[in-house]
């Protein structure tokens, strides 16, 4: 959708068709979501992962220094089978 500033915006669109209890009269319920934010952060995470996993040995750490994860190009290029220590 184009937001009236021009941008792009990702809207998700939720539709049931229901009918009124007491007259039976169908109608349908929607629901949307401005969902621009999530779409964006969710290409940051997969450009993330594509850079994480280059050639280039690379090792990610929490704020203490504690490796969380390392890429299959640093385990190639140390010698180490993934699993292995």
Do not use: C, Y
Not at 18 to 26: A, D, F, K, L
């Amino acid at each position: 959708m184009i937001h009236k500033n021009g941008g792009l915006r990702w809207i998700l669109d939720h539709a049931k068709l229901s009918s009124e209890i007491r007259t039976g009269v169908p109608f349908d319920m929607r629901t949307h979501a401005d969902i621009t934010e999530r779409k964006a952060a969710e290409e940051e995470l997969r450009i993330a992962a594509a850079a994480f996993e280059s050639q280039e040995g690379m090792i990610v750490t929490d704020a203490k220094n504690i490796i969380i994860k390392v890429n299959q190009a640093l385990l190639i290029s140390l010698a180490i089978q993934p699993g292995k220590q």
